[in-house]
């Protein structure tokens, strides 16, 4: 007898429709997986078997084949067990599948027939409601995340046994609403360090709110206990909302890394800042099961690197990709898989390793060679992607006086924000080079200082455009629909220097 159930898989970061086809039929006895699958979905094999026999039903004595269809492409993880469990049930006539189309199963199987949550319920739930699933049952575990979908209705199971009762009809399953208030939101603003704690740095907080504002990437540099840190991870609390459209695609990466409900119901832009120890694939993704890497993590946020200067120059050079094209792609034997990676960089480090280099004042006191070598991790590739730079020294100045808070701070970024969405649906940092004209602002005299000014500085046509999407933001953040000489100036005098020195 032959039963098809609907589950889903993930591919990238989206999900994708699977549909699941049991056979059970007279034969050798045994349980054979067809359909291209991967080494997870083998060794579901063994899960599904204990865990209908612990559940109090019969893996029959029969010739059991399981296609998992498309069988073009390699399904990942573990969500089809319950799936073929249920298939198998039905097939062998153990449970009545009158209730199966129109429900989409999605979950692992433990081997004592518990359910257990599996990674990137969203884009599951979303690829089974695609496919035409009126009601979806998703383990206990990602039950507060899958309510988020619209448009479905999410039941939450926490073993086989209670999706063998739903389906017949004996004890339904309770329906999960979708989620409660946004807890997540006030624990992140409050995590953040707020601006007011902040002594001194008029310059460096002054750059910061650029930044921010047109998420440009910025680096800090200067030595220990300035406050480096302290600022970038002020960073965290001047991101305006998420808009609606970004937040969908940003829990949809956070899920499918398995971060879990955490960023969900929140409006809050991420911020990730991974320790400098990280490894290449950790930082950028991918891996056998194309796992999003931090890079995805701060998509639509920032990525602070703290201590830049430590990373492996590798993972820093493989941040080049996402950093002009806003995405990680990632090759894979059936083809490439792109995941959104657009984000704010902020970099942080000692300019060398006594942390004196370049400082008014004092004296550093490294060889030339170990200095040289330090900078030189952070290549000129990865230099060239930088927008903004600010030197940071000890504060001499400006103890006293009112400091102004991150709430302040971020009201004026808000607006300078406001005013880059309405003019071209995005941030200024996304502009592309052609796009700075006169419509954004750029009178034809100024692209003629423009010019002059980036032949007397000797600076590449890419660092001349960065230089002009800042001016753009800095206008933004005065109100100014036009980019004056001004603006220009301040931007190019906050430009980074090719020696971190
Ligand atoms: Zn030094």
């Known amino acids: 007898m032959l039963a098809t159930a609907l589950s889903a898989s993930i591919a990238g970061v989206d999900g994708v429709p699977v549909r699941v086809e049991v056979d059970v039929a007279f034969g050798l006895p045994g349980l054979t997986i067809v359909g291209l699958a991967g080494s997870a979905v083998l060794e579901a094999r063994e899960r599904v078997r204990a865990a209908v026999r612990n559940s109090e039903f019969a893996v029959p004595d029969r010739r059991i084949t399981v296609n998992l269809a498309p069988a073009d492409l390699p399904k990942e993880g573990t969500g089809h067990d319950l799936a073929i469990g249920i298939a198998i049930l039905v097939a062998s006539g153990q449970l009545d599948g009158e209730r199966l189309p129109g429900t989409a199963l999605i979950g692992e199987l433990a081997l004592d027939g518990g359910l257990r949550p599996v990674p990137g319920i969203l884009a599951l739930v979303a690829a089974a409601r ?45 329906e999960v609403g979708p989620p409660g208030p946004l807890r997540g939101e006030h ?5 953040a360090p707020d601006l007011a704690s902040v002594v001194g740095q008029r310059v460096a907080r002054r750059v910061l709110e650029i930044a921010v504002a047109g ?10 206990g300035v406050g480096k840190t302290l600022l970038a991870r002020a960073v965290a609390g001047l991101l305006p909302r998420l808009e609606d459209d970004e937040a969908d695609e940003v829990r949809r990466i956070h899920s499918v890394a398995g971060l879990g409900a955490r960023p969900i119901g929140s409006m809050q832009r991420p911020f990730r800042a991974p320790h400098h120890t990280i490894s290449t694939q950790a930082l950028v993704g991918g891996g056998p099961r194309v796992r999003p890497g931090e890079a995805s993590l701060a998509h639509r946020g920032a990525l602070l ?12 050079d493989a941040l080049r990709g996402p950093l002009d094209s806003g ?25 060398c390793p006594c942390g004196w280099a370049g400082v008014d004042g004092h004296v550093c006191g490294c060889e030339d060679g170990a200095r040289r070598r330090y900078q030189a991790r952070l290549s000129g590739p990865m230099r060239d992607r930088l927008d903004l730079h600010v030197p940071l020294a000890p504060v001499v100045s400006g103890l006293r006086g009112r400091r102004e808070s991150s709430a302040e701070v971020a009201r004026r970024i ?3 924000w406001e005013l880059q969405r309405r003019r071209q649906g995005g941030a200024n940092s996304a502009l592309g080079a052609d796009a700075l004209d006169a419509r954004l602002g750029f009178e034809p005299r100024l692209l003629a200082l423009l010019e002059r000014r980036g032949r007397q500085l000797g600076l590449s046509l890419r660092r001349l455009h960065r ?9 933004d953040l005065e109100g100014s629909s036009e980019v004056s000489r001004d603006h220009l100036d301040e931007a190019l005098l906050h430009r980074p220097k090719d020696a971190a020195a």
């Open 467 to 475: 230089a002009a999407r800042v001016a753009r933001t800095i206008a």
């Open 215 to 224: 998420r440009h990437n910025l680096a800090m540099s200067g030595p220990p």
């Open 187 to 191: 624990q992140a603003r409050l995590d």
């Open 305 to 316: 690197l703290d201590e830049t200067l430590q990373f492996r120059t590798d993972a820093l």
């Open 327 to 351: 995405c990680v792609t990632i090759a894979r034997v059936d083809g490439v898989r792109a995941i959104p990676a657009r984000f704010m960089l902020v970099a942080a480090y000692n300019p």
């Open 130 to 174: 695609a496919a035409g699933a009126r009601s979806i049952i998703v383990p206990a575990g990602n039950a507060p995340e899958a309510a988020a979908t619209n448009g479905v209705a999410v039941h939450a199971a926490d073993s086989l046994r209670a999706v063998v009762r739903h389906l017949a009809g004996v004890e339904p399953l309770v």
């Open 414 to 416: 808000g607006v300078a």
